[in-house]
């Protein structure tokens, strides 16, 4: 490579830097509090796995778009009084020019045992110009928690829905930090493969680009 060729790349190289610098966009967002309730006793429920997901989408067509990895992302339990909280975070970068986080993120699952899965989602319709656009429409509310009450069969139906959700959501890519939760689907799948049923999956991490 002549000199000139080398310097064409290392102009081009701040170039591209630059335009990430000037073009990527801030996100924050404030601390998010949930108190999950029985649905029938109005009881805490203490111990349900809770992952809030702040999902980056691409807006490239060069990787076919959609979710391209995460900006914020927190595993906990709810406490005796069924309560979790995620801490504020940001201001932080989407990345690059052609990556935003998702307008309807927080994205949260709900699971424990026993009971239905939630997932939460902000509207899309909701257009974040506030001081902290990324805020979930779910902070402070009292969330009403619903037991399962049908069969194996049908359960096997929600573990498979909740599995294509928590990849769908955009938490494949940090599966690393979502163990209770990957715990819990591994412990149904063997359950129900114990009863002769199967929810459709295998190994519940998948391996991707951590980007």
């Known amino acids: 490579m002549n000199f000139f060729k080398l310097l064409s790349c290392i102009i081009a190289a701040c170039l591209l830097a630059s335009c990430n610098l000037i073009f990527s966009e801030y996100y924050r967002a404030p601390q998010t509090k949930l108190t999950i309730i029985d649905a029938s006793t109005k009881e805490p429920v203490e111990g349900a796995v809770v992952l809030a997901n702040w999902p980056i989408s691409s807006r490239s067509s060069y990787d076919g778009g959609g979710v391209a990895g995460s900006l914020a992302f927190f595993e906990k339990l709810t406490d005796a009084n069924g309560e979790v909280e ?3 975070w ?3 970068r989407s ?8 307008l309807t993120g927080p994205n949260i699952l709900i699971f424990k045992r026993g009971y239905e899965y939630l997932k939460l ?3 899309s319709f909701v257009y ?3 001081t902290y656009p990324m ?3 779910w902070h402070n509310k009292i969330i009403e928690y619903k037991v399962f009450t049908g069969s194996d069969e049908e359960y096997v139906q929600r573990i498979g829905s909740l599995r294509r959700d928590f990849h769908w959501l955009g938490v494949k890519c940090k599966s690393d930090k979502a163990k209770r939760m990957v715990g819990l689907l591994d412990e149904m799948r063997d359950y129900l ?3 002769g049923l199967s929810p459709g999956y ?3 991490v998948t391996p991707c680009d951590q980007l």
């Open 128 to 130: 974040p110009g506030n």
């Open 95 to 102: 990345g690059t020019w052609n990556r935003s986080v998702e």
């Open 90 to 92: 940001g201001p932080l």
């Open 193 to 195: 493969n114990s009863k």
């Open 121 to 123: 989602r902000n509207s």
């Open 202 to 204: 295998g190994e519940v």
């Open 86 to 88: 995620f801490p504020a």
């Open 135 to 137: 805020a979930s429409r």
